[in-house]
């Protein structure tokens, strides 16, 4: 079965430093895989999403992503954090037909 | 077009009583999913439509839960006889793609 691992439910940065959210998939073949932002009683938001073509994807909001096939991980990045990234963090992956598995999701804290 | 809607955005109901949830996806999407989430966890799938026929259902997706979606547009998901461990966040996406667009889910509160 499909599953994606995001270590550290919870991880602080402070404004202005490198955010870095890991995230890792289970998989022999490469599949299709998403990162989401969740702000507080919203749905989800698609950041980014690799779908075999560019390995390193470009996203809303600054966040990029490079899929590593030889680690079988989509690490998410952004340069600098803003006070407006806080948010909780869901990695996904799928297989085509839009079904998506997700990992349990990183809340990411912005200190000042 | 706004995207994907979902009405209620809250609901509590008493342990026992039946509950229906309303998702209006993006009208040219052909694909309708539905997860839960609960707290501290990410979206587990419940159920997919391709227009009106639903194709998959999730274990999780239990005889007390049912999901329909006529006339491959808008769908429901019900549930009968609420429990307590019914409480979480139900989100509805559609895609065509290979993308999902979520709706801002159904929190549910089962007292």
């Known amino acids: 079965a499909q599953s994606v691992t995001q270590l550290g439910s919870h991880v602080s940065v402070s404004e202005g430093a490198l955010v870095l959210l890991r995230c890792n998939y289970s998989?022999?073949?490469?599949?299709?895989l998403f990162w989401y932002v969740q702000y507080p009683n919203q749905g989800l938001q698609l950041l980014l999403k690799y779908t075999s073509a560019a390995t390193l994807v470009k996203g809303i909001n600054g966040f990029e992503a490079e899929f590593k096939k030889s680690e079988t991980s989509f690490h998410l990045t952004k340069p600098s954090a803003h006070m407006s990234d806080a948010a909780e963090y869901f990695c996904a992956v799928s297989y085509g037909n839009n079904r998506l598995a997700f990992g349990k999701g990183n809340q990411v804290v912005v200190i000042p | 077009d706004t995207g994907v809607s979902q009405n209620p955005r809250h609901k509590i109901t008493k342990r026992g009583q039946n509950v229906t949830f309303r998702c209006d996806p993006i009208?040219?999407?052909?694909?309708l999913y539905w997860y839960r989430q609960t707290l501290g966890q990410g979206p587990e799938f419940l159920t997919y439509f391709q227009n009106e026929a639903q194709l998959e259902k999730s274990r999780l997706l239990s005889d007390r839960f049912s999901a329909e979606r006529p006339k491959g547009s808008f769908s429901t998901l019900e549930i009968q006889r609420t429990e307590q461990g019914d409480s979480a966040m139900y989100l509805c996406a559609s895609g065509g793609g290979t993308e999902a667009f979520f709706g801002q889910g159904t929190r549910l509160t089962v007292v």
């Open positions: 009208s040219e999407h052909n694909r």
């Open positions: 998989s022999s073949v490469p599949p299709y």
